[in-house]
């Protein structure tokens, strides 16, 4: 009894430690031990190919059992019974338990945001919102269609809340370079920060800028203040203050302004506002001509225009657009090529 039980304990301990390095070690010895014992008992026909003994093995530890291959000696058949059937399907459920095990941890850390995200020129989002950030990602969906990847980066113990839609990042700060640098903050064209704490949202941003200043870097702020203080460390950052007052103000006067206003921003359905950037190479044109381009050939609205020197809503007809100009317009869907003036 004494011997059993140190047997019980020892196999117990053995299975515990049982990692990759020591199940492939038993692996080793198994097929070792099973073609001494089949070469011993005169089972020459099982074991003088190794690619007929290795199919026997997997049939067997498989269960499969095709039966084109058997054990002919009494001696064979024990041998088999006693410790090639017994020893294969141990291993073989031991095995596939550790693949499984292996696939599962890998879905887990991507779900938990664990892994690091191998893409370039993505959208990075910092910071959870709720119901603000998953219609965030869902107007970022619909406007990119699968241009450009989506990389949510979070602080909460969470999960990814869009599995198999965008990618997901849990970090401990949005300073840690670390963290940050799985979530490819380098690589990002786009990061666009959204926190609950106007503080945090400042320290993201400034960090951000350091890490990656040829990303367009949009911050929201609740209070107005902070935008100015980071316009004065970072004058490429795009503030976006908190406008919901002044909607408010604004129906209250002009009746219906809130429909607008919401209708110019949503992206999926009714007319909305975009942007795009006049040709470096073009030549100056006459707002006027654009404005009757743009109407006619797609039918959409010139709304305003920049030139570097602030945005210019409602600009004149004679004004002229230079070239590189960021010029404005609204109409039902994104405008993908324009035919500029020669």
Known sequence: MTIWLWVRRWAHQQFNQLNG??????????????????????????????????????????????????????????????????????LFAIGIGRLATVFISYWKSSLLGKRRINVENHILV?????????????MLQHEERTRRHIVLCVRPEMENPLPGEIDFVRVVSFTDTASMDRAGIGSASCIIIDNEEDDVTLAAALYCASRNP?????????????????KSHC?????????????L??????????????????????????????????????ISQLFTLFK????????????????ELNPALDLE?????????????????FNWPD
């Open 214 to 230: 040829q990303a367009h870097l949009l911050a929201y702020f609740h209070d107005e203040t902070l935008s100015d203080l980071l």
């Open 249 to 286: 103000a604004k129906a209250a006067v002009d009746p219906g302004s809130s429909g607008l206003h919401h209708e110019l921003l949503s992206t999926h359905h009714g007319m909305t506002q975009y942007a795009v950037r006049f040709p470096a190479n073009g030549v100056s044109t006459p």
């Open 235 to 247: 004058p490429n950052a795009e503030c976006i203050p908190s406008v919901a007052v002044e909607m």
């Open 126 to 138: 910092l910071g959870w919102n709720h119901q603000r950030t998953l219609h965030l990602i869902k």
């Open 21 to 90: 390095r020591n199940l492939l070690m038993t692996l080793v010895i198994y097929v070792g031990l099973s073609w001494i014992l089949l070469e011993l008992a005169g089972e020459q026909d099982l074991t003088h190919s190794a690619s007929r003994f290795i199919y026997y093995l997997v049939v067997t530890a498989s269960t499969v059992g095709y039966g084109d291959f058997s054990p002919q000696t009494i001696a064979g058949q024990w041998v088999v019974s006693l410790f090639v059937i017994p020893g294969g399907l141990g």
């Open 296 to 311: 006619a050939e797609h039918d959409a609205t010139l709304i305003g225009i920049d030139r570097g020197d602030g945005i």
């Open 321 to 337: 657009v230079t070239p590189g100009t960021n010029i404005f317009y609204i109409a039902d869907e994104r405008i993908d090529q």
